[in-house]
């Protein structure tokens, strides 16, 4: 059969576009039917909206698109649309015309952190990359975060087969419920087994696993993460430790698949390939067509992941059409690419960091016990207080591309934050600990010094507020979080160490 893309071939044109994932999907008679990614055009024709991204400073919005048909994201107009500000991911758009968009997650069985039970928005500064050199942002899900579509046009629904495949960071995940992207239910409550099929990725062995500690590419069809035909444990199932990850799943009558690989290089693998799995509720399916990105069905939202492409598609896609789009995906060339800016912090120096809000600069960022605060601070001040006052900078503990602040009068205790308040804690050692220990120095909102952001929580920065340390967001829910002075409580002047 020939495809369209071989006919433009065989007509002589000069046009190569290179075919995108939904080109191919099209041209194996499984089109996308929704089409999300803030990085990329999905088809090759594409040059429409990507994602709309809200800003802090006047609550007002503008669209990104690619910076060619086909291309990368104009990163840079949002830079420009959020310089001094702070931008949430307000819409990711379908690219598929049946605006499948994806929004602010409403409530459902659970309710999400944000105002009236939704989730919250993604930054829109969480997940820099870069494809093929470009630069771009993907959309980084804390937990507490999540979009949906409750109901999908053209989604399959019952037991009609379909695809999806999506791009993801194989290093940011966690064991709780649930970082999916994929099918789910209408109603955003859990109505039973077989309502879902969706893309679910961490390391949650509360329902199915696979083999060594995780993570894993699972299927989330509503009560069960099936790793493979068996409830639990299935072998074929391996852990990814990728940067960029490529998850394919489908379902079809009596038979799904998962498929994986490393978006970066390669083909993908079978990770399951076989029939429905023998519980009640699974054969046939009761697929309702709502779409759901970074939440359970029921919207549980306490997983984390980052998303940066994906469709959903009607009919069953062939291995090869899969294959096909690996490719494309490995042409994408994603990367990763500096997670700091501003004035450059270096590990092993000592630094103090100081106050730049008017009226407050004598301060610097201390702490009295576990408690962070800001205390006024000088070099006749006591060796106690100085050395309370100043920080080792160490390579961030969660991730190498930022930066952790151990205590100089403590070491071994690092500012951590914890339910949005900044605390000196003695690591624990867990995942958790460390990435909550974990901050990202960037240019200040006000142009002097850092803004330090939270790793873990894009949307948070260091804040002084009542000369108390929080992990605050702009115009948030909480007191902290107020947008009154907010750009200059967040920036603060590196200095060399009070007591370095
Ligand atoms: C933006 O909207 C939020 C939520 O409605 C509100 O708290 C905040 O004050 C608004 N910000 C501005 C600058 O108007
Ligand atoms: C998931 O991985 C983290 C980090 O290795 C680990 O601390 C946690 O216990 C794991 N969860 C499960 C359920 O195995
Ligand atoms: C905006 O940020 C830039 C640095 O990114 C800085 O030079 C400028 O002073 C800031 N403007 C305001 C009004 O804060």
């Not at 194996?28 to 709309?52: F, I, K, N």
């Not at 804040?463 to 108390?468: I, L, M, Q, T």
């Amino acid at each position: 059969m020939f495809s369209r893309r071989n006919l433009v071939a065989l007509g002589g044109l000069v046009a190569t576009a290179a075919a995108n994932p939904c080109d191919i999907y099209a041209d194996g008679d499984t089109p996308c039917v929704a089409a999300h990614s803030t990085v990329r055009a999905l088809y090759s024709a594409y040059s429409g909206e990507l994602y709309q991204v809200k800003r802090g400073s006047d609550n007002t919005t503008t669209t990104i698109s690619p910076l060619t048909a086909g291309g990368v994201a104009d990163a840079a107009a949002q830079d420009t649309f959020c310089a001094n500000t702070t931008c949430l991911i307000s819409i990711i758009y379908d690219q598929s015309g049946n605006d499948n968009h994806l929004t602010q997650a409403p409530p459902g069985g659970f309710d999400g952190p944000d105002e009236d039970g939704y989730d919250n928005l993604a930054s829109a500064i969480g997940a820099p990359v870069t494809l093929n050199g470009q630069k771009a942002y993907g959309v980084f899900v804390s937990p507490g975060t999540g979009y949906r579509i409750d109901s999908g046009k053209d989604v399959a629904t019952g037991n009609e087969p379909e695809g999806m495949y999506a791009v993801l960071d194989g290093t940011h995940y966690n064991d709780a419920c649930c970082f999916d992207y994929g099918n789910a239910e209408t109603s955003n409550t859990d109505t039973g087994a077989g309502h879902m099929e969706a893309i679910y990725y961490g390391n949650s062995t509360s329902w199915g696993y696979g083999a060594g500690d995780g993570p894993w590419i699972m299927v989330d069809m509503e009560n069960n993460l099936f790793s493979g035909a068996d409830e639990g444990y299935n072998s074929g199932d391996p852990t990814l430790s990728y940067r960029f990850v490529t998850a394919a799943v489908k379902g079809g009558e009596d038979e799904w698949a998962i498929h994986g690989g490393n978006a970066a290089s390669g083909s993908l693998s079978t990770y399951y390939s076989g029939v429905r799995p023998d519980y009640t509720g699974y054969n046939p399916m009761s697929k309702e067509g709502s779409i759901i990105l970074g939440i359970g069905g029921d919207n549980s939202n306490g997983a984390q992941g980052t998303f940066y492409e994906g469709v959903m598609t009607t009919g069953y896609p062939t291995d090869d059409t899969e294959a096909s789009v690996q490719e494309n995906i490995v042409a994408a060339k994603y990367a990763i690419t500096s997670l700091t800016s501003g004035p450059a912090l270096t590990a092993g120096d000592t630094i103090s960091l100081r106050v730049t809000t008017p009226g407050y600069t004598t301060r610097y960022i201390a702490h009295t016990g576990t408690t962070m605060n800001t205390q006024v601070v000088s070099s006749s001040s006591s060796t106690t207080l100085q050395e309370e006052a100043s920080w080792k900078v160490v390579t961030g503990l969660g991730n190498s591309g930022c930066f952790s602040f151990e205590s100089v009068d403590t070491p071994g205790s690092y500012i951590r934050h914890d339910n949005f308040v900044l605390y000196l804690n003695a690591d624990d050692g867990t995942k958790l600990f460390s990435e909550d220990a974990t901050f990202c120095p960037l240019e200040a909102l006000n142009g002097e010094g850092n803004t330090i952001r939270s790793w873990s929580y894009p949307t948070r920065f260091f804040r002084h507020f009542d000369d108390v340390m929080y992990a605050a967001s702009n115009g948030g829910l909480q007191v902290f979080d107020a947008t009154a002075s907010f750009n200059n409580d967040v920036s603060f002047e590196i200095t060399t160490g009070f007591a370095s």
